[in-house]
């Protein structure tokens, strides 16, 4: 075990001092995460790349992944009718690549869109937000917070790769044909079902790194009770799943992305006009919720590897879920914003030219091991079981119908 015993103390007066002595997994995975000082976002234990990290993401490969998502956004400004200032907000840049990459893109190949732009960060780690400033030191970017943008400022479009499955998520199970929601405390009583049923998940770890904290020292353990709020019920009225359709074994296990939704509010009404482009892994709801994966998507990374115990590493290891892209588009429409479509990653960045920049790999003068691992990098963005069957998800706000009607570059498939 190697858990930050600092974070399992904090987390484990939290639940101590908490109703019921018990926490929602979500704040659990919040604490584990977003601690102010020791979670893994928080610190310096979050490490993003292929060497020393715990996972990578699409811009770790290469620049093509900036420079074709460059290529959309600036048909979008097109669209929009080039106002200027045109706002791209990343919403959680990691290590700042993504950024690097599409403005030095449209510095060189764009330079009047590049100096009508307005590159906006929002982050919430302090860690990724000093390597970033460090990385785009020379480059026009502010960085804010999302809740510091006022309402309808933002003429441009709002994208973010691979955040939503860091929310935290409320975790739940059937009992008996019910909806139970997942708890995490510290207590077990195999006779109190409200606040003691063992499950699995109590094959968790104590921490051993400091034996002089003794309450770092308790292991956690999950029980099941009423859910915590009426609105896990109403989210599969909201994505059109019915958990009492007979389909769905007792025991079975999934989570709820509440925080998605309140994010989506958010950053809904911060936008005035244009688009929001969301890329993760996820399924749509019926694929989400399919009865036959019972146990849920949540998985942990660590060093590369990955499983599915979030009670060890704590606040060394990330805790992700997939994304449901279902309840981003309706949720999305009563905020407001219009499904403009939704593709995998692969035939989105395809239709932006990656075709293109494979073909063209042979005939640059580079040395051969270059070459291949450059092709070997392109041809990661496709690969339909990894990064390329990512999600990517793009809606609209306030367009006009001439606007709407121009197809998006990375939507249109060739025939």
């Not at 074994?249 to 309140?262: F, K, M, T, W």
């Not at 079981?385 to 939507?411: A, D, H, R």
């Amino acid at each position: 075990m190697n858990s930050n015993p600092l974070l399992r103390a904090a987390i484990a007066d939290h639940i101590t001092t908490s109703p019921q002595q018990r926490i929602t997994f979500a704040e659990f995975m919040d604490m584990a995460l977003y601690h102010p000082e020791h979670g893994y976002y928080s610190s310096d234990a979050v490490k993003i790349g292929f060497q020393g990290g715990d996972f990578f993401t699409s811009p770790n490969l290469s620049a093509d992944f900036g420079e074709l998502l460059a290529e959309q956004f600036l048909q979008m400004w097109e669209i929009l009718g080039r106002p200027v200032p045109f706002s791209l907000v990343e919403m959680g840049a990691g290590q700042g690549l993504l950024a690097l990459h599409i403005l030095k893109y449209y510095q060189l190949q764009y330079p009047d869109f590049f100096t009508g732009l307005e590159y906006v960060i929002i982050e919430k780690s302090p860690t990724l937000r000093q390597e970033q400033q460090q990385r785009l030191q020379d480059l026009p970017v502010r960085w804010c917070n999302l809740e510091d943008i006022s309402s309808n400022a933002i003429a441009g479009c709002f994208f973010s790769n691979e955040l939503i499955d860091a929310f935290p998520v409320h975790q739940f199970t059937l009992e008996n044909g019910e909806l139970r929601e997942i708890y995490v405390t510290t207590q077990g009583d195999e006779g109190d079902a409200e606040s003691g049923r063992r499950s699995d998940a109590e094959n968790s770890f104590t921490a051993s790194e400091r034996p002089d904290v003794p309450v770092s020292s308790t292991p956690f353990i999950e029980a099941t009770g009423e859910p915590s709020t009426p609105q896990l019920a109403e989210y599969f009225d909201l994505v059109g799943i019915d958990l009492t359709s007979g389909a769905y074994p007792d025991g079975y296990r999934s989570e709820i992305n509440l925080a998605a939704l309140d994010w989506l509010s958010i950053v809904a009404d911060r936008l005035q006009r244009g688009y929001v482009l969301t890329i993760d892994y996820g399924y749509p709801a019926t694929r989400y919720y399919n009865p036959r994966r019972s146990q849920g998507t949540l998985q942990c990374y660590y060093q590369h590897r990955f499983h599915d115990n979030p009670y060890i590493n704590i606040g060394k290891q990330d805790i992700t879920a997939h994304v449901d892209f279902t309840a981003l588009e309706v949720w999305g429409d009563r905020c407001g914003l219009k499904n403009v479509g939704f593709i995998q990653q692969g035939l989105f960045l395809m239709a932006l030219g990656l075709g293109e920049r494979i073909a063209a790999v042979s005939y640059q003068k580079q040395p051969l091991s270059q070459l291949l691992q450059r092709r070997e990098a392109l041809h990661q963005l496709l690969d339909p079981t990894g990064l390329g069957g990512f999600g990517v998800l793009i809606q609209s706000k306030n367009l006009e119908k001439t606007e709407i009607s121009q197809p998006l570059k990375g939507l249109t498939l060739p025939e």
